[in-house]
């Protein structure tokens, strides 16, 4: 009799031990499989899922508390009422303190039904289910969900399954946490961003409408010029192309981009103004590759108008051993829209020795704005837009003017 009873208690220990070790590997494979899901809707699934798979139950019901309305609503299911993830058929919601369910919420402890039919509080919904596990998810002591299963048969649910479920949905709560800081973190960098982009498309405006004052200075100036010289036809040339280079300017910067046709034409027409306000002392040619399309490459408007006037006033009208010609050839080169602005003028050292101070800093101010522009630029849309200079030299290595390559990548529309 003796050995009888120790062989029964040999069986119970390594039965106890077995249903030790069972749990654990169960409350781990819980912890584990919740690291992998980045939504609260993730998470209650998983759990729902992982309980009818892992722990043989018959189903599986999550709830979240909803505060305004003080109901429970459910979440996530798998069972037969549910068999598909992440789709409920008629959801089910619980005002607090009614049903089993309900009453966990208010008193924040788990229970086991071993037998529903007699217990007042069960609400019964497809089929009658005579055992039932309910277990609160609970944040900083206050309930926010909860996790309940039932099954058909009367006393199912064993301690081992409330200590596996209070486990689990300790770690429930614990990456439901997790999850809203982290989504609180995105949702305030996604804003955070996008104030950002305000601020720096708010600032290219105001830096855009900074430049339109230099074009009608100077127009301004050549026409009063005409005016005082009684050149009636000069004048009324000048204040032509004044009047559709004003239009085009307009148009051009009521957005942060524009074609590169409608670009070129504004440049273009810059171009000619300041021929005809220096006598025609230059010469221009503009190429442009017939690999470019003209109408869906857009570029930043009047960005790269400060070089090409740098290089007319400062460069080709001081130019004396030969004709002034200023250059701009645009071509696509490795997803690339590249344009260079040429002039065969005195170049950099030349012209910063014979500038006057007031020259000097106007230069320095449309040139100080156009990077600052392409540099908002690439911080909001990544186009890697950049501008070098190079100072050109002859065949003896003379000064023979200046190339200002601007290039940025294509973007098409």
Request: aromatic share 6%; proline share 4%.
């Amino acid at each position: 009799m003796l050995k009888n009873e120790k062989h029964n208690q040999a069986d119970h220990e390594r039965k106890t031990l077995e249903e030790e070790l069972e749990t654990e590997r169960a409350i781990n494979f819980f912890a584990i499989s919740l690291i992998d899901q980045t939504t609260v809707e993730e998470v209650l699934w998983d759990v729902a899922k992982n309980c009818i798979a892992r722990l043989n139950f018959v189903d599986c019901v999550v709830y979240l508390r909803d505060e305004k309305r003080d109901v429970l609503v459910q979440k996530a299911a798998h069972g037969p009422k549910n068999p598909r993830s992440y789709e409920i058929f008629q959801p089910i919601e619980i005002p607090i303190g009614q049903g089993i369910v309900g009453s966990v919420v208010l008193s924040g402890k788990a229970e086991i039904i071993s037998d529903t039919s007699l217990d007042p509080r069960y609400i019964r919904d497809d089929e009658m289910r005579y055992s039932e596990i309910t277990v609160p998810i609970a944040l900083d002591g206050k309930v926010i969900g909860i996790i309940d299963a039932e099954h058909p048969e009367k006393d199912f649910f064993q301690p081992r399954h409330l200590h596996i479920l209070t486990s689990i949905a300790r770690l429930c709560a614990q990456k439901i946490r997790r999850v809203e800081i982290e989504q609180a973190y995105q949702q305030t960098e996604r804003q955070l961003l996008e104030n950002n982009k305000r601020i720096a498309e708010t600032k290219l405006l105001a830096l855009r409408m900074q430049m339109n004052p230099h074009f009608v200075f100077n127009s301004l100036n050549a026409i009063n010029k005409f005016i005082l010289q009684n050149d009636v036809d000069e004048a009324s040339t000048y204040l032509t192309k004044f009047s559709r280079l004003m239009r085009q300017m307009i148009d051009n910067t009521q957005t942060e981009w524009v074609s590169l046709r409608n670009e070129l034409k504004a440049l273009q027409t810059y171009v000619e103004l300041e021929q005809l306000r220096s006598d025609n002392t230059f010469d221009f040619s503009l190429v442009v590759s017939p690999t470019l399309s003209q109408d869906t490459v857009h570029v930043p408007p009047l960005l790269i108008q400060p070089y090409i006037e740098n290089a007319i006033r400062h460069g080709l009208l001081a130019q004396k051993a030969e004709k002034p010609l200023l250059q701009i050839d645009c071509q696509q080169v490795a997803g690339f829209l590249v344009i260079c602005i040429a002039d065969n003028g005195i170049g950099r050292e030349a012209s910063l020795r014979s500038q006057g101070s007031g020259l000097m800093a106007h230069k320095a101010h449309g040139s100080r704005i156009a990077e600052e522009r392409l540099q908002i630029v690439n911080e909001i849309y990544g186009v890697d837009a950049r501008i070098d200079v190079a100072d050109l030299v002859d065949s003896v290595g003379a000064p023979a003017g200046t190339c200002v390559t601007f290039t940025m990548k294509l973007k098409q529309s």
